[in-house]
């Protein structure tokens, strides 16, 4: 111990007020809870699994997506095509393999720009109140009248289909839960005395709002956003099966629900193989979306 | 410490500090909280003054006026001898950096998610202080407070209720200010752990020659700690004396029913004595009784409490109180 730097500082009996409890990690305890119960977990193996199947589609698709055989379309499921073959000849393994890439990637970023735009809006909203919190939090209600997909529609229209204006669509159409959440949770947490304890020191607005108070709204936030992936894979294969979505012959599963489904009575493969798809990683998210929930909530201490 | 100094660290005059009440869409204003109603008082070097009343009176509102986190209707606010009341931000950090403050839940008061040496280093990070000497400062306030410096990497959470109110007193330290605002330091805390965290101020005081703003409602506690009390009653001060006078000779009709609500711990004599009950309740702010706030509780209140209001007069010793009747 460095004794030299406080020579005026009388040794105090340390070991008098130093007896706490043994350390005891948060981490730990949330991991414990997570893994306690199985749906998180299989949540989390089904996204670990599409995740995988996303980087490696080149290696494990047995054939490239849009390699059409015309002679082969619309077969059965065979050894040589496990899930058969669609109008086109397009073996349906690949493009749901490859179907993981759009999926992930547009689930992904579309997350991560509308919880950036949300998550600054609602903080700038709640913490500073008044004209601010009015104007912008009127405007997320305006938001929040259209239903996601007309307004994704309308976007669509505007700009043209096309991935990048598939991402700007819905992720203005996903501003408005993590920018209201957001607003709610920091209205709660900048009550603390933490927040006027840093005031009173001097610091910055900008820092205290990302500084003192963004770190303790941020668990409910994560939740939502893990949930909100799944909402945008469905909103995704939604615009695609509606044809509005991802230009073909990109493979995606929306637009393969699509392309299948006139053949659900002959080949009902083609339609149910990508619907399974979408259903198991949305399942899969909002999974882990609630596992997170429970493991990230303080008040569950101790319960479970 | 020496106590010829008697310069006046602190020194407010006629503050005010009114919340508008707004209604409705258009924020129209339809009244005013009257927080604190023109309180003057002064603190001098190294000197504690305790400052009691019940909850509601403006007690925090008056510490965090000081502390600059509302800027005061009206009033001034020297702090050596220089007006803090109409600063700004900018004008107000040298200041901020001469002035802590210590909260009264040593839960909320200390961010769950920073570990304690950020906590306490926040105040040298923030005004630029983060330099050579920094890692030995940090550890030094921990044994200055009596924390062990091998629990710097533990989180708030980690750290039983006296302890993390060493934590908040350590960050009030930090930068080396003249004035601790102390907001209900020990109201949180049980018995035996107020007694060892007033003793930590005490001596803190002692060795770095603080001027504390003790703020409380306990009064045992109050007069245990401060040279001098002052009594506020819905926003205003009613009464201030030394300590020893005001619990001795209390003059005031409200800080009498306030001392004689202090249990004596002896049946006997608990039983004998009488106990000045008040009627009512405190007013509202919003609304607060014409004269005299105190009239209408008021056992010796005659006509022209109802109409003028009573200014502190002095009645000796420094002791001033502010009431007709006395």
Known sequence: MTNDAND??????????????????EIKRMISVFVGRPLPVIGLVIIVLLILVAIFAPLLAPDPPNQMEIINKLQQPSSEHWLGTDSLGRDTLSRIIFGSRTSLIIGISVTAISSIIGIVLGLL?????????????RFMDALM????LLLALLVASLLGAGMLNIIIALGIGMIAAPCRLMCGVVMSVKQNDYVLSARAMGMSNLRIMFQEILPNAFPPLLV?????????ILAEAGLSFLGIGITPPTATWGGMVNDGYKFIMTNPVLAISPGVAIMLVVFGFNMLGDGLRDALDPKLRGVI | MTQENSTNVVELLNLKMYFPITHGLLRRRVGEIKAVDDVSFSIKKNETLGLVGESGCGKTTTGRCILRLYKPTAGKIMFNSTDISGMNENQLRSVRS?????????????????????????????????????????????????????????VPHEFSGGQRQRLGIARAL??????????????????SIQAQIINLLEELQEKLGLTYLFIAHDLSVVQHISNRVAVMY???????????????NPLHPYTKALLSA????????????????????????????????????????TGDCKTERPQLKDVGNGHMAACFRV
């Open chain 2, 234 to 248: 819905l926003g205003r001060i009613i009464e201030i004396a030394n300590s020893k006078e005001l619990y001795q």
């Open chain 2, 174 to 191: 930090a930068c080396q200010p003249e004035l601790i605002i102390c907001d209900e330091p020990v109201s949180a805390l049980d018995v």
């Open chain 2, 98 to 154: 001469s002035m802590g403050a210590i909260f009264q839940d040593p839960y909320g008061s200390l961010n769950p998610r920073q570990t304690a040496r950020t906590i306490i280093g926040m105040p040298l990070i923030i005004h630029g202080m983060k330099t050579k000497g920094y890692d030995n400062r940090v550890e030094e306030l921990f044994k200055l407070v009596g924390l062990d410096p091998s629990m710097m990497t533990r």
């Open chain 1, 224 to 232: 939502l956003m893990t949930i909100g992936i799944g909402a945008v």
């Open chain 2, 262 to 301: 202090i249990p004596v711990p002896n049946p006997v004599i608990e039983r004998k004595r009488t106990r000045t009950v008040l009627k009512g309740e405190v007013p509202s702010p919003a609304d607060p009784p014409t004269g005299c706030h105190f009239n209408p509780r008021c056992n010796i209140a």
């Open chain 1, 8 to 25: 005026d500082t009388q040794p105090v009996d340390i070991a008098k007020w130093s007896e706490t409890a043994p350390r005891y990690s």
């Open chain 1, 125 to 137: 909203a709640a913490y500073f109140g008044g004209a601010i919190y009015h104007i912008i939090m």
């Open chain 1, 145 to 148: 009248a259209f239903p996601m």
